[in-house]
């Protein structure tokens, strides 16, 4: 006895031919992630909590401050890609061809792509005029650390100038004396006073350079000192090792400076780099958590009701 057997078609699940990548989900948790992140920026600044202007007392290290101005950082970040994460894993649409874990891998690679996407815009915005006070201030803050930077190695036309002005100050008169003294002709080397002041210069250029002035430098520095001051020998001396140790505290104060300038911009880019992993992480799990709560049906009923 024949048996006859119906043969049915069996549809593809609707979707089965679409990509993986649910593209619409993914803008939509990119456009929360960036716009949260604009408002805690924002609120931020305002109380003096941001990378460019973070306020602190006058005493606290500046180490201290780019460890407190990159944890606002990691947390803003962190809940933005979190937020834009979860948006997005709950609202990706699920392809019913795949296990659980496959799914919840979807999910997860879904809000890594939500976090890519915030940071390139992120980048952008900081890159455009939006940015402009932050470019700002960064130019004046690389000014300050180049000029401290000059001092220290030694190009320090304008420093060298204020110690060339203390070296030729004059005397001050004794008590009952004329108040501009003559400078006696014999005591010292009397020249020119803008040669005098020039070669002065140079020496103290010379010796910023080099770090330190030989004992012939110093012994001509008081002649011409001596000789144009109106100060004795001895005075004469004793002002330019004063001068001399002046210029070295002031170089050593300038490098020192430049190397915390130095030292905190490396921290602040390395605290910056770990957020941004620490964001990739938490947009991933995020993500997942959303396509569970999808699958699952979770609701919010405190949070999300009818009206």
């Known amino acids: 006895m024949a048996v006859?057997?119906?043969?049915?078609?069996v549809a593809a699940p609707t979707g089965a031919s679409d990509s993986y990548v649910d593209w619409p989900a993914i803008f939509a948790g990119i456009v929360l992630a960036v716009a949260l992140g604009l408002v805690m920026l924002t609120f931020g600044s305002a109380i003096g909590l941001s990378m460019v202007n973070f306020s602190a007392a006058p005493d606290v290290s500046p180490v201290w401050v780019a460890i407190a101005a990159g944890t606002w950082l990691l947390w803003v970040e962190v809940s933005c890609?979190?937020?834009?994460?979860?948006?997005?894993?709950?609202?990706r649409r699920r392809m019913h061809d795949a296990?659980?874990?496959?799914?919840?891998?979807?999910?997860?690679?879904?809000?890594?792509?939500?976090?890519?996407?915030?940071?390139?815009?992120?980048?952008?915005?900081?890159?455009?005029?939006?940015?402009?006070?932050?470019?700002t201030a960064g130019s004046a803050a690389a000014t300050v650390t180049q000029a401290a930077s000059n001092v220290a190695e030694g190009g320090i036309d304008n420093a060298t100038a204020y110690f060339t002005d203390a070296l030729f100050r004059p005397a001050a008169p004794a008590a009952g004396a004329a108040a501009t003294p003559t400078p006696p002709a014999a005591v010292g080397t009397a020249v020119n006073i803008s040669d005098a002041r020039g070669e002065a210069a140079r020496?103290?250029?010379?010796?910023?350079?080099?770090?330190?002035?030989?004992?012939?430098?110093?012994?001509y520095l008081a002649q011409i000192v001596a000789g144009n001051t109106g100060l004795s020998q001895a005075d004469?001396?004793?002002?330019?090792?004063?001068?001399?140790?002046?210029?070295?505290?002031?170089?050593?104060?300038?490098?020192?400076?430049?190397?915390?300038?130095?030292?905190?911009s490396v921290l602040a880019a390395f605290l910056t780099a770990a957020s941004f992993l620490v964001a990739a992480a938490g947009a991933y799990w995020a993500a997942s958590m959303g396509g569970r709560h999808r699958d699952e049906g979770t609701v919010f009923a405190d949070v999300f009701r009818r009206y």
């Open 81 to 91: 890609a979190m937020a834009g994460g979860y948006l997005t894993g709950r609202m």
């Open 99 to 135: 296990t659980e874990h496959e799914s919840d891998v979807r999910d997860g690679a879904h809000g890594l792509l939500v976090w890519a996407g915030a940071t390139i815009v992120a980048v952008m915005v900081a890159l455009t005029g939006l940015g402009a006070a932050v470019n």
């Open 203 to 219: 020496i103290l250029t010379q010796s910023a350079a080099n770090g330190a002035v030989s004992d012939a430098d110093k012994a």
């Open 236 to 264: 004469a001396q004793a002002r330019v090792d004063q001068v001399l140790a002046d210029a070295q505290a002031a170089k050593d104060k300038a490098a020192a400076a430049a190397e915390t300038a130095r030292k905190t």
């Open 4 to 9: 006859e057997t119906d043969i049915v078609a």
